[in-house]
């Protein structure tokens, strides 16, 4: 449709007595006089409303006053007709790359998807002609800058975006960015990409947030940039690569055909627009805008139609991916019976060597572990002491490794203790191959060994053989039906400068150790004096804790929990407080943490929740209605097998009704251990606790596992709250939880609201709840009822 105003000729106009008539020029708004009759030009109307018409009279001042208020109305409707002007004789030319189901070309050759769909509908109703121009997502990107296209969709916004492109206000798709790796292998965590092969695609938002989220965790991934999604799961197919980054829409709709594995590990969640070049920015977007706006309320829709058709998984592929889970495990147990077998007759032939050796044999277990065949700890310290003894002799260095595996017992627990031990054995392997001949390696007990780095000229040369050892344990393990990926956390002690005898070395490296676990695991530490007296900190405040425990000394505290939509108060937060005598009051991150690794949270973990169940009845007394009481649970706990058996009892003891509870889950356990996490909180679920995820945000979740989880809340963490309203980032990432919540029908709170500002961004945003010193700080039992009288009067509306 084009909208189309005649000017006639010049000398119509002067003899109409105007000297005047809009002109088409590029360079200005609105022209007027003689001299524009003749330049010719473009149609602007913007500036209108502030120029001054001159209008020569020359039939008269009543004909020069009809004229003028002719004229004024047209420049009235002129922005109604602003887009035809612009674009009715044109075509609208709209990129097109291979992203499918979002936006491709079918094999037919015409393109197809998601925003495809949409943008038709909106082209049929306001009568554009589309033109589709076929490009790869670099160069679609360049057309876009340089005006050459006028539309592309699926465009994530960035600050570095925002100035090449336009950006509507409307937010067309959600999405996140998921990791895929060959059919057989599996991608646990985003440290096991540290060095290996990943496939990108070029200047794409996922590239980005990956390579500023492996900047954070100090790893180095190889990254081998393409042009497309396709090419990503083309390398993963053939093996180049370890792994590739692509969003999920496309990875549910292709994964399949390229026999490719989802990991469970995510990028952040990412809003996607359609980006218009600057010459079209002005007279496209605001009906893009529109349009969507509309569609998005209505669940009838193009909107919601093109949503079902491309981007809800297709039942094939489900089938297809059932069949393939059910085709892998029938190859896992045929496996494993031909393991046994074969395991079975090397037993027969084992035995039979055994009664001629057993003189060695049994000398042989005395001095090394059975399970791994290194020496144990007794030949361990007679060769420590040897080692000692050369080296004193030589003058030279010694240096000793006290090596422990990350995340072992997890591992343990979780697939049992024969994929332990076999895992226990492959590391043995591992660690043979990756230092000297000379030097010693022993099983010290559990996951933890000893490596002895005998002459040594300097003592940074160590460094060297650790990073040897690191560079080893790259490579994931592969044990019959799984795959882990292993780091190390290793101490070291220096001989002489760190101890002089075997024991205080052996001590040492075990303290340094614990301080490379402290700094985050998946590293080493040097042993310095500092460490000794940081470990004696410890054991002192660890008996202390201990003490408060077994006396159930320590004290909770409880914060408001408030809905944003009235004010009034939805729950309280149990929080503990531990004020020691000698040592003062202790910060909650410090005990909590010990308590864990002292065994003690189990025990803690039951006295909170029986003080918050006999706070809750005492306030039901009082005639308070304080909402839900929300309590922590820690992994362990969660893990302990009689849990419910001990919220069973303490809900018994104090008469309090299951549905006056509610656990909140940190993230990170729940995906780490996701099937056993699943089946206790669905027990928990069924006892009508209401059951929310904790720190929302800073661990990886798979979306395929976190609805499957009985949940009825997420908590965003508060680090994603602090930054707001003035951090782009933490305002995109709070909307994204806050929408994916609702998409999955969950509630969503937010902690560590401190101002006014973060309290009406995240009303705007549609936040259900929120929770921070904003509302009230955390304040013993007996401070509850003049806090929930105050907030019933401010309301905080």
């Not at 359609?274 to 193009?302: G, H």
């Not at 049992?416 to 000297?436: F, T, W």
């Not at 798979?702 to 499957?708: G, Q």
């Amino acid at each position: 449709m084009r909208f189309i105003m005649p000017c006639h000729s010049r000398a119509f106009w002067l003899e109409m007595g105007i000297g005047a008539c809009f002109h088409r020029s590029p360079g200005s708004m609105l022209e007027s006089g003689p001299q524009s009759i003749a330049t010719g030009g473009s149609l602007k109307c913007h500036r209108a409303h502030r120029e001054i018409l001159r209008i020569k009279p020359l039939w008269g001042r009543n004909m020069a006053l009809v004229v003028e208020r002719s004229l004024r109305l047209f420049l009235l409707l002129c922005p109604f007709f602003l887009v035809q002007a612009a674009f009715g004789g044109q075509p609208v030319r709209v990129g097109v790359y291979q992203n499918s189901p979002k936006i491709f070309v079918d094999e037919a050759g015409h393109p197809a998807g998601f925003f495809i769909d949409l943008l038709e509908e909106i082209a049929r109703q306001e009568q554009w002609q589309l033109e589709y121009r076929h490009c790869h997502w670099e160069g679609c990107l360049d057309l876009l800058e340089k005006g050459r296209i006028d539309l592309l969709p699926d465009v994530a916004y960035s600050k570095a975006r925002g100035r090449r492109f336009g950006f509507g206000r409307e937010v067309a798709l959600s999405s996140w960015s998921v990791f895929y790796t060959p059919g057989d292998e599996e991608l646990f965590s985003l440290k096991a990409l540290d060095g290996r092969k990943v496939a990108v695609v070029q200047e794409s938002i996922q590239y980005e947030a990956l390579k500023k989220r492996a900047r954070e965790l100090g790893i180095e991934p190889d990254y081998l940039e393409v042009p497309g999604m396709q090419d990503v799961f083309r390398l993963v197919q053939s093996r180049k690569v370890a792994a590739g980054l692509v969003n999920t829409y496309f990875g549910w709709r292709n994964a399949a055909e390229y026999g490719l594995r989802e990991s469970r590990v995510l990028i952040r969640p990412t809003l996607l627009y359609i980006a218009a070049s600057p010459s079209a920015t002005a007279p496209l977007l605001p009906i893009v805008d529109d349009y969507l706006t509309a569609w998005k309320q209505d669940r009838d829709s193009i909107y919601h139609q093109a949503m079902a058709r491309w981007l809800v998984p297709a039942e094939a592929s489900q089938v297809q991916r059932w069949l393939y889970w059910v085709a892998l495990m029938a190859l896992l147990l045929l496996g494993l019976v031909v393991f046994l077998v074969l395991l079975v007759r090397q037993l027969v032939k084992s035995k039979t060597a055994e009664l001629e050796q057993k003189t060695d044999r049994l000398d042989h277990l005395a001095h090394h572990d059975p399970l791994t065949g290194l020496p144990n700890r007794l030949l361990f310290f007679d060769r420590l002491k040897h080692s000692i003894r050369q080296s004193r002799r030589q003058g030279t260095n010694l240096a000793l490794l006290f090596l422990d595996l990350d995340q072992f017992k997890q591992i343990n627990d979780t697939y049992g203790h024969g994929v332990g031990d076999e895992l226990l054995k492959e590391v043995a392997k591992r660690l043979r191959q990756a230092v000297r001949e000379t030097d010693t390696i022993a099983r010290i007990g559990g996951d933890e060994f000893a490596v002895i780095m005998e002459s040594l000229n300097e003592p940074a040369d160590v460094v060297v053989g650790v990073q040897h050892i690191t560079q080893a344990f790259r490579k994931p393990f592969s044990i019959p039906g799984h795959q882990f990926s292993i780091t190390l956390s290793i101490g070291i002690s220096i001989y002489p400068q760190d101890g002089a005898d075997a024991q205080t070395l052996l001590r040492n490296a075990d303290t340094a150790m614990f301080r490379a676990k402290e700094a985050g695991r998946n590293t080493y530490q040097l042993y310095d004096e500092e460490m000794t007296r940081e470990t004696v900190e410890r054991a002192v405040m660890e008996a202390a804790l201990r003490r408060a425990v077994e006396t159930d000394t320590l004290e909770v505290h409880y914060q408001p929990q408030v809905s944003l939509e009235d004010g009034r108060l939805v729950g309280l937060e149990v929080l503990t407080r531990w004020s020691d005598p000698e040592l003062g009051a202790v910060a909650p991150e410090r005990f909590i943490l010990l308590a864990e690794e002292a065994g003690l949270i189990v025990q803690l973990g039951e006295q909170v929740l029986e003080k918050a169940c006999r706070q809750f009845m005492a306030w039901q007394e009082q005639g308070l209605d304080t909402g839900v009481v929300a309590v922590n649970l820690s992994g362990k706990q969660l893990g302990d097998p009689a849990l419910l058996e001990r919220v069973s009892h303490v809900l018994e003891r104090n008469n309090c009704p299951p549905t006056a509870l509610e656990f909140e889950i940190t993230e990170s356990f729940v995906m780490n251990r996701v099937d056993e996490s699943i089946a206790t909180m669905k027990r928990l679920r069924s006892m009508g606790i209401e059951l929310a995820i904790d720190d929302f945000g800073t661990g990886y979740s798979s979306l395929a596992y976190l609805k499957l989880l009985p949940i009825s809340k997420l908590k965003i963490d508060r680090s994603f709250i602090d930054g707001i309203p003035h951090d782009e980032n933490d305002r995109v990432i709070a909307r994204a939880v806050i929408a994916l919540g609702k998409t999955l029908g969950l509630k969503v709170i937010a902690e560590g609201v401190e101002t006014a500002e973060q309290d009406q961004f995240l009303r705007e945003a549609g936040c259900d709840e929120a929770q921070g010193n904003y509302y009230g700080k955390p304040v013993p039992a007996e401070r509850i009822g003049a806090m929930l009288r105050n907030l019933q009067g401010d309301g905080l509306g």
